[in-house]
């Protein structure tokens, strides 16, 4: 077989394409044949906001915010991906609004978000803490992932916000519902978006200068606000968002329910690999001349 002496060489490159995956529910990514590491969005789902009366009630707290790049992984495998639901939201006269569940991808987990506070009830921690209700603190969030609820505030109190993944909630006061906290934007699908946001503490029934608060940035809900007798039910985090749920409002009467969180979502990119198929050559004859003129051409 001649050896290649002098051949004129050219390596073949491929691309692995860059590949993006978006979970709005629980399944599987299978990696691509050359993929090794992966860019990950792991947000959980928000707590609800706190359904109550006779006490101004807090917004819930959105869920575990999550977002880094060289993840190491494993080409052609399967990892697990798990979407965490939303707090739900309802009336209850004593107990906190219900915390939103974990989201995961393979190892990396962030943490439910904590529901909205009520009437004299204990800790609502979470991803990110729910806002306080009536006389107790409001809830913490977790290192990483997410901020503490704001407090209750004014005479009568108002409910504090729901903290989101970027900002505390807000504190209420006389004449408003705390806000949500904002959330923390990824630009994981290559323009920024706000994931994680806090819900609205609730306002004050049939009084249009006592305001509600407003849910954060990156899908938290509103706070309730009862007009004309109308119920005031806390507004729902957005889906896929893990925004907090809005607290109901303050009634002379009836029940009113706090909004449910939104549910949570699982980003993953795969970034594009360069690599080399094979190497082609091409001899130039007067050179395989030269080569067997000089003996140097052998099989």
Do not use: H
Not at 62 to 81: D, E, K, L, M, T
Not at 179 to 205: H, K, L, V, W
């Amino acid at each position: 077989m001649p050896r290649l002496i002098g051949a004129a060489q050219t390596s073949v490159q491929g691309t692995q394409a860059e590949q993006i995956t978006t979970f709005n529910s629980s399944g599987t990514l299978t990696t691509q044949p050359r993929t090794t590491e992966v860019e990950y969005l792991v947000v959980a789902g928000g707590g609800s906001g706190c359904g109550q009366y006779p006490t101004n009630s807090g917004g819930g707290g959105a869920g575990g915010f999550r977002n880094a790049s060289g993840y190491p992984v494993s080409p052609a495998s399967p990892y697990p991906v798990v979407i965490g639901g939303g707090g739900t939201g309802s009336y209850d006269f004593y107990n906190v609004g219900d915390a939103g569940n974990d989201s995961s991808f393979d190892t990396i987990t962030s943490i439910g978000g904590g529901g909205g506070g009520g009437f004299n009830t204990g800790t609502i921690d979470g991803g990110s803490g729910g806002g306080q209700g009536y006389n107790n603190p409001a809830g913490a969030g977790t290192p990483g992932q997410g901020n503490p609820g704001g407090d209750v505030g004014g005479s009568p109190p108002f409910g504090g916000g729901g903290g989101g993944a970027g900002a505390p909630g807000g504190n209420g006061s006389t004449e408003k519902g705390g806000d949500g906290g904002d959330g923390q934007t990824s630009s994981i699908t290559g323009f920024p978006i706000y994931y994680a946001g806090g819900g609205g503490g609730g306002g004050e029934s049939n009084n249009p200068t006592y305001t509600i608060g407003i849910g954060g940035l990156g899908g938290g809900g509103n706070g309730g606000y009862r007009a004309n007798n109308a119920p005031g039910n806390g507004v729902a985090g957005i889906a896929n968002t893990g925004g907090g749920g809005g607290a109901a409002t303050k009634a002379s009467g009836g029940a009113n329910s706090g909004g449910n969180g939104g549910s949570g979502i699982v980003i993953t990119k795969e970034p594009a690999v360069n690599y080399l198929t094979g190497t082609s050559s091409c001899w130039d004859l007067r050179q395989v001349f030269r080569e067997v003129k000089a003996g140097k051409w052998t099989s």
